[in-house]
């Protein structure tokens, strides 16, 4: 067999010199799942969050590939279409996985499969990767490789779809990348930091709001449901970090830390008899922040919590479907601030009908958190991701236009769905996420 890769694309937007200083401080945890589950050590991982991306394009060596994984996101998926191109057209086959892909893959495929004029991927992966990647290497057929959709002789072929049982993968060997080269990169960027040895890690997959409600407006998420690991497997892998590689600082991207409260109190109760607990970053929803729970992460050194306040309107959060208000907001980053746990608010404006008087209502309560001490803030318009409910109803608005559509301009999306659903121009939107963000101390 020939060379297996799996890559992270660029942005579309990054367009820096690769000797300026990037975001790329943490190898993608999915590649090196992926490569780990399969036990095959050759397979090749390209990382293109930190490369300009004209040059990581044209960088590549897209001579005798056989199979090629890419994992596109919104802001990554046209640079994926170009790389995807280039591997084709050297007679690679070529897969596509994620949120992003998985909530287009019938448009995709329609698109770029094999029955199109621009035939660069050959199915997209929905769902956990690791078995259908393995079978793919394997030469399994395709109809029998659950996770794949794909066109057959008879059309688009979308074979059942199953979760892996997550306590029984291994822990992701981050031995198949140049960790040092990552830890480097984040202590240049960073050179005043006391943490020097960052690495990503997830307790769970899914999303419990998500389930229970539908989920955010905007949120693009293809699971719902959450699966956890067990406490004492996380906890395992939190010291295998640490003994085999120096980790000072883990980041769990899971979508909300505090999904079940039962899971959080079995692993406070394992990981507090450690002896080393280097920081940990989370995310979390401001609800599940009580002043016991404040308590509990700052006994296990959780050093910062990114929660998703969104608005300081309530009719804007009811409208994307927030679950919680803006009192809920504030109330979880006092409590936060009171331990010594940063905290960073992301706010999104472009809630339907967001008109003057509820932007006023989210820069009282940007000024209020950051009041607080250790908290940040963010802002951002609106993006209607693939998947998510404001994306079914900018389509229903302009079905013309992007209907049928993989590779449509995102920012032209965000501009319609301003002028369609909010009483506010774009452009001033554009300027209030700056007066967010220009609260930052």
């Not at 993989?406 to 300027?431: A, G, P, Q, T």
Request: hydrophobic residues 35%.
């Amino acid at each position: 067999m020939g060379r297996i890769i799996l890559i992270e694309p660029p942005s579309e937007l990054n367009q820096y010199d690769d000797d300026i200083l990037g975001t790329g401080f943490y190898p993608p945890l999915w590649a090196i799942s992926l490569a780990t589950y399969v036990k095959e050590k050759k397979i090749e991982i390209l990382d293109g969050q930190y490369r300009n991306v004209n040059r990581f394009i044209d960088n590549i060596d897209y001579e005798n590939a056989d199979i090629v994984g890419i994992s596109p996101k919104t802001k990554t998926y046209l640079p994926s279409l170009e790389i995807a191109r280039r591997f084709k057209a050297n007679g690679a086959k070529v897969y596509f996985g994620g949120h992003h892909t998985a909530a287009l893959a019938e448009t995709i495929l329609n698109n770029r499969g094999n029955q199109s004029e621009d035939y660069c991927v050959d199915g997209i992966v929905v769902g956990d990767g690791e078995e259908a990647f393995k079978k793919i290497i394997e030469g399994i057929s395709q109809k029998n490789i659950e996770n794949l959709v794909f066109f057959g002789l008879g059309g688009l072929v979308r074979n059942k779809e199953v979760n892996l049982d997550l306590r029984e993968l291994p822990f992701a060997d981050r031995s198949l990348v140049d960790l040092e080269d990552y830890f480097n990169r984040f202590q240049k960027s960073y050179p005043n930091s006391l943490l020097k040895k960052p690495a990503l890690i997830y307790s769970q997959k899914g999303c419990d709001w998500r389930k229970k409600s539908g989920g955010c407006i905007f949120c693009g998420r293809m699971d719902a449901g959450v699966r956890h690991r067990t406490p004492e497997e996380f906890v395992a892998e939190i010291n295998y970090l640490i003994e085999s590689r120096g980790i000072d600082f883990v980041w769990d991207i899971s979508d909300n830390f505090l999904s079940d409260d039962a899971w959080f109190y079995s692993f406070y109760d394992a990981y507090r008899r450690n002896k080393e607990k280097p920081k940990k970053r989370i995310f979390s929803r401001a609800s599940s922040i009580t002043p016991q729970i404040a308590g509990m992460l700052a006994d296990i050194n959780v050093y910062e919590v990114y929660i998703g306040a969104e608005s300081g309107d309530n009719g804007s959060l009811r409208r994307m479907k927030k679950g919680c208000t803006s009192k809920t907001n504030i109330q979880a980053a006092t409590l936060l601030s009171k331990e010594g746990i940063r905290v960073h608010a992301c706010h999104v404006l472009g809630a339907p009908e967001e008109n003057e008087e509820s932007v006023k209502n989210t820069l009282d309560q940007v000024e209020s958190l950051t009041s607080l001490d250790g908290v940040e803030v963010c802002g951002h318009i609106l993006e209607p991701m693939p998947g998510s409910e404001a994306f079914g109803l900018i389509l229903e608005k302009e079905h013309g236009k992007y209907s049928g559509k993989d590779d449509y301009d995102r920012l032209e999306m965000e501009r319609d769905w301003v002028s369609h659903f909010c009483n506010i121009s774009y452009d001033r939107l554009k300027e209030l996420v700056k007066v967010i963000e220009s609260f930052n101390r």
